[in-house]
């Protein structure tokens, strides 16, 4: 039996969730295809449950951090992983049917099975064996958590999995030095987790401006996250209760492995032989400015793109290829005026080019940078500085890139992001009264 | 005996150092006069040491989030004033040497010892009777809480001695609807003292856009602060170790009252009668846009001269004098531009202008609003909002102002700042990709 929509949206996360809501209030018959939850990634098993668990690792600090304001905390307080993991589902799933009930209060069907394309123009379900054909669909499956081809890998758990664990032992092996990687570190480590980080070279966060991961690395090593550097694993084997880790450099014995090794696009069971959408030469389906894959019916959104793996971004790029559908507008975003934050203690926020961005493209650029104890800590021993970067060019003073790692950082970028937008100059830092005493009153204190 | 400077700055507070210092770096001889202790009010008696007092109040709320996230905290933790006291005296007196330090290392003269002028062009050293001159004199005297005069007013404290008090009691009455009272009645709520606000009207906050009283009016009653509001003090009594508060309605019976009920230019033993220095009817010294008061060789900066009383205007006030005096530059503030935060519980940041302005002014304005609850506060049952506000020109969509109460408002405010100083559009909101999950992204979602 064939059935013709308008829109099949395969993969129901953020983009594809947003594309089809904005398509079926606009009146177009919409069929959505999930074959886990609705909400993908973000919601299920990231950008929510991961900033849920680092509300919940703050804590931690802040009952330190009383102490030098005159607070007294007779017992050193104890956290409780089941409350904070079942208290995380109940919000999940809260978020889940809303997800849900948005979708169906404006009539897109939502069909939880998986699919591949049959032909260029149907989709086989994968259970149910039907048939079901559109006008034009949108691939939105996002990404996947990958992990390496190595002897016993089936003892680690990847970023997905960490997030079922009702349960979590007392030592706990990272594998990684991505953001991810980092986050997972810092909040286990602030609930009191013994925390093994495992990288391969000698510096973590290499997608970034080399700063970002020297700060974060200093900031690991004060916490006494064990680092084991320059350590690719080759093995992993069970030791009664225990999984030894065996890198180049040494053996770890450790209770929990978890590998942070980076994401692919979830494109496996898709069928896409079938359908005449190509791929780049990384794995990542081929698309235009407009999100339209080599087969002009065919579009991809998110992470399945591999092009900037963020929500926002997602969101956005569904946005404009509604609007590019229904009424021929050619949005195209610009990736390089991105704004992000990585949740690890202390927060990051960036936005814009890094130095190792320029450097690849072989910009001219200035750096303006300050790192200062902030009020916060001044009856305080620890060692928390805040730090801010500004990258700009020289003779027009346009700023490229700004990093401000410190307390409200991902906040602080977001506004930040308003003016990065447009074109922003040292001048316009300069030109502005501060705030005080806030933090942030430094990067315009700081021209 | 004479003595020829080239400035004599009377007050080192936030603006007199500032010029002090730049006009000493480039070579002019400046001597500075402070009768009490060098940094003014933003160091020794408000922001900063108010500033420290609210992060040691945050705690509180701190310790009973923590527990929707699966922490255990055996026993209520208590709190001890006079460690942060001594605490918050031991980073004024260290911010205190660094600013003499500063004045000092570039030239400046300081005095310490009041001064009023003898002549327009001479000013008496009230202890030593010196005679001081110089060619140009700036008056940054800044301002002094005022108290009613009414009977047994002596029994009360203002803001500047409470900055004092190494004790404090139990039962707190504060007299006041501002910003100061407001901040000093949720610092010392959250500190676990019993907090009595007093207010005239039924409103607070009344120099504000409405909804910024409204919410924190609301945050008040829910902290259970007691407000007696519609109530003017008429007299003060003791009572063994107590003060009853008589009321137009109500006698409080409280251990300790401070009044916040607005603060006055600083010009009581100046000698501006023999200055040729003119006054506004409010009592402050009158400038035009370049600082300049009615005697063409004094000019006055800060609080003294009440235009925007906030220690980043007063610098910036310095600053464009300075540029002025050595280059001729004629720079003048936007007052209308400039962004602030009130540290209650939640934290207010707003920049523009508010609904009450946009009335006076009788400008027409559309509004976009939105309240919710923060992902922080997921797991709670408290009612802590975020709320943000938008005010807007209908046709070209300009933006007039915004309002954000919420955690890291201030910061968040400061960032917004640099785009506010810009011609600032709804449209700037609507093409910026957010960064997730934070709080401040609903506001560019909002649109």
């Known amino acids: 039996m064939k059935k013709k929509y308008d829109y099949i949206v395969v993969g129901a996360g953020s983009a594809g969730v947003r594309f089809a809501r904005l398509m079926a209030t606009k009146g177009y018959k919409v069929c959505i295809l999930e074959k886990s939850r609705v909400g993908g990634t973000c919601v299920i098993r990231g950008c929510v449950p991961k900033k849920l668990y680092v509300y919940a690792s703050n804590f931690k600090d802040y009952f330190s951090d009383a102490t030098s304001f005159g607070w007294r905390i007779s017992k050193e307080p104890t956290h409780n992983w089941s409350k904070l993991f079942s208290s995380k589902n109940k919000e999940i799933t809260r978020l889940n049917k809303i997800y849900i009930k948005n979708l169906e209060r404006v009539g897109v069907t939502i069909i939880q099975e998986e699919g591949s394309f049959y032909n260029s123009n149907s989709i086989v379900l994968k259970k149910s064996k039907k048939i079901i054909s559109a006008k034009k669909f949108i691939i ?5 958590p990958s992990m390496p081809n190595i002897p016993g890998r089936e003892l680690a758990i990847n970023s997905d999995q960490f997030f079922e664990m009702k349960k979590i032992p007392k030592n706990i092996s990272i594998v990684g030095s991505g953001y991810i990687a980092l986050e ?21 966060l290499n997608e970034f401006d080399k700063d970002i991961g020297t700060k974060i690395l200093q900031s690991a090593i004060r916490k006494k996250i064990n680092i084991y550097d320059e350590s690719s694993v080759q093995s992993l084997t069970k030791k009664g209760k225990s999984i030894v880790v065996v890198t180049n450099k040494k053996k770890i014995t450790t209770n929990l492995v978890i590998f942070a090794t980076g994401r692919v696009p979830c494109i496996q069971s898709l069928g896409l032989e079938k359908s005449k959408v190509k791929l780049t030469k990384h794995g990542a389906i081929k698309v235009n400015a407009l999100s339209q894959t080599s087969n002009k019916n065919i579009f991809a959104l998110g992470d399945v793109t591999n092009r900037k793996n963020l929500t926002p971004v997602a969101i956005r790029e569904a946005v404009y290829l509604v609007n590019y559908l229904t009424t021929k507008k050619k949005q195209t975003l610009n990736y390089d005026k991105i704004a992000s934050g990585i949740f690890t203690q202390p927060e990051v926020g960036h936005i814009g080019l890094g130095e190792n961005d320029l450097q690849k493209r072989s910009i001219n650029y200035k750096i303006l940078q300050t790192e200062f104890k902030p009020l916060k800590y001044a009856f305080s021993n620890k060692n928390n500085p805040v730090f801010i970067k500004v990258l700009y060019q020289p003779k027009t003073e346009k700023i490229f890139g700004i990093i401000y790692i410190g307390e409200s950082a991902a906040e602080i970028i977001q506004s930040l992001a308003i003016s990065f937008a447009k074109t922003f100059t040292l001048n316009d830092l300069r030109n502005t009264v501060p705030v005080h005493p806030t933090s942030s009153e430094e990067l315009v204190t700081l021209v």
């Not at 013994?194 to 510096?203: C, G, P, S, Y």
């Open 140 to 144: 939105s499956t996002g990404s996947t």
């Open 184 to 204: 997972f570190a810092f909040l286990l480590k602030n609930l009191n987790y013994n925390v093994n980080l495992i990288v391969r070279k000698k510096t973590i």
